[in-house]
């Protein structure tokens, strides 16, 4: 398994069966006895480095002293885990390949990922509820807002691991900052700030 992932980690989240087989010293058919097919070796590199994200995102998660602290560690872990090797992150969080091995999504990857974000949903919603207290109106937001939080986190992280390096990028601790702030205040500080001199002002959609 470990041989696996340096392969993926060093040909990239489309190499095939073979070549995998070939980077991890071994054949395609001793590939295909022990998982069936790319499908199968996707969900078993997947179970071991989502197990992985999701200790490291639990530890960061209890060492933090309040809520805002416990997202911003949870989303450090999360994209320091994704940088460390974007190849591997890809190949067990993307549903198809697109290639010969699997065709369309592998069902069981996609349900290691969804238990993964669960459990993640989870960690955010227990000390929310503890914060937020009881009450109807507040178990709404505690069911409602961990998940959107993660498609947030999830999709921000996954746009800034594709950008290429360059003074527009963001480093690891800036962007997780950032998502962490849009995660507590939106984008409202930014709408509040006045436009430079000379912009076009946003129409107000209120009046006609």
Same mark, same amino acid.
């Given at each position: 398994?470990?041989?696996?992932?340096? %392969?993926?980690?060093?040909?990239?989240?489309?190499?095939?069966?073979e070549? /995998?087989?070939?980077?991890?010293?071994t054949?395609?058919s001793?590939?295909?006895?022990?998982f069936?097919?790319k499908?199968?070796?996707q &969900?078993?590199? $997947?179970?071991?480095v989502?197990?992985?994200?999701q200790?490291r995102?639990q530890?960061?998660?209890q060492?933090? &002293?309040?809520?805002?602290e416990?997202?911003?560690?949870?989303?450090?872990?999360?994209l320091?885990?994704?940088?460390?090797?974007?190849?591997?992150y890809?190949?067990v969080t993307r549903? $198809?390949?697109?290639d010969?091995?699997t065709?369309g999504p592998?069902?069981?990857?996609?349900?290691a990922l969804s238990?993964?974000?669960?459990? /993640?949903?989870?960690?955010?919603?227990?000390p929310?509820r503890?914060?937020? $207290?009881g $009450?109807?109106?507040?178990?709404?937001? /505690?069911?409602?807002w961990?998940n959107?939080? /993660?498609?947030?986190?999830?999709n921000?992280?996954? &746009?800034?691991?594709a950008?290429?390096?360059?003074?527009?990028?963001?480093? &690891?601790e %800036?962007?997780a900052?950032?998502?962490?702030?849009?995660l507590c205040?939106?984008i409202?500080?930014e709408l509040?700030?006045?436009?430079?001199?000379?912009?076009?002002p946003v129409?107000?959609?209120g009046?006609?």
């Amino acid at each position: 398994m470990k041989s696996a992932r340096k %392969a993926v980690h060093a040909l990239g989240s489309d190499a095939s069966m073979e070549d /995998i087989a070939v980077a991890a010293g071994t054949s395609k058919s001793v590939f295909y006895r022990y998982f069936g097919d790319k499908a199968g070796l996707q &969900q078993a590199v $997947g179970e071991v480095v989502l197990g992985q994200m999701q200790r490291r995102i639990q530890e960061a998660a209890q060492s933090a &002293q309040t809520p805002r602290e416990g997202l911003f560690a949870m989303v450090s872990a999360y994209l320091q885990m994704a940088e460390t090797s974007p190849n591997v992150y890809t190949f067990v969080t993307r549903h $198809g390949h697109g290639d010969a091995d699997t065709a369309g999504p592998s069902v069981s990857t996609a349900g290691a990922l969804s238990h993964f974000f669960a459990a /993640i949903s989870d960690m955010i919603a227990r000390p929310m509820r503890s914060h937020l $207290g009881g $009450g109807q109106d507040k178990e709404a937001v /505690i069911g409602y807002w961990p998940n959107a939080a /993660i498609g947030l986190v999830r999709n921000a992280g996954e &746009q800034w691991l594709a950008s290429p390096p360059g003074p527009a990028k963001p480093d &690891q601790e %800036a962007m997780a900052r950032q998502i962490t702030d849009w995660l507590c205040f939106g984008i409202a500080p930014e709408l509040q700030t006045p436009p430079p001199a000379g912009a076009d002002p946003v129409p107000d959609r209120g009046t006609s």
